[in-house]
């Protein structure tokens, strides 16, 4: 047999089963077909809004995660602030604006077992 006639022949084999199948009664009344509707309604709204829920969290969570980055790169210029205004070179030059000098010729004492010093 030819490819042909056993498609034709499997096709019409599942075209007169499917006609033999009778639906129940029950099936065709219309307060199931309504019930089903129904049914189906609430399911689509349900899909509806969790998916709109997810995509909104979604965009939530990328503001966040680029509020993160901004952060942390704001943290970075701030150690960097840090690091350059704790230089020794930075501090004695900051010290002349201000008209400080260094401490020298320190002497210590003890006065009733506890250090001083006295300039």
Do not use: C
């Not at 490819?3 to 009778?22: D, G, L, M, V, W």
């Not at 609430?42 to 503001?63: C, E, F, H, N, P």
């Not at 980055?69 to 943290?75: G, M, S, Y």
């Not at 030059?93 to 020298?104: H, N």
Request: charged residues 20%; hydrophobic residues 40%.
């Amino acid at each position: 047999m030819s490819i042909k006639r056993r498609f034709e022949n499997q096709y019409h084999r599942i075209i007169s089963s499917a006609s033999n199948i009778s639906i129940p009664s029950w099936m065709l009344n219309g307060v199931f077909r309504m019930s089903m509707i129904v049914l189906v309604a609430i399911a689509g709204v349900g899909y509806i809004s969790k998916i709109s829920t997810l995509a909104t969290g979604g965009y939530q969570l990328r503001d966040l995660e680029n509020q993160v980055a901004t952060l942390n790169v704001d943290i970075q210029k701030t150690q960097v602030d840090i690091a350059s205004n704790s230089s020794l070179t930075n501090i004695e030059s900051r010290l002349s604006k201000i008209k400080m000098v260094q401490a020298s010729d320190i002497k210590y004492f003890n006065v009733l077992t506890s250090e001083m010093a006295k300039r």
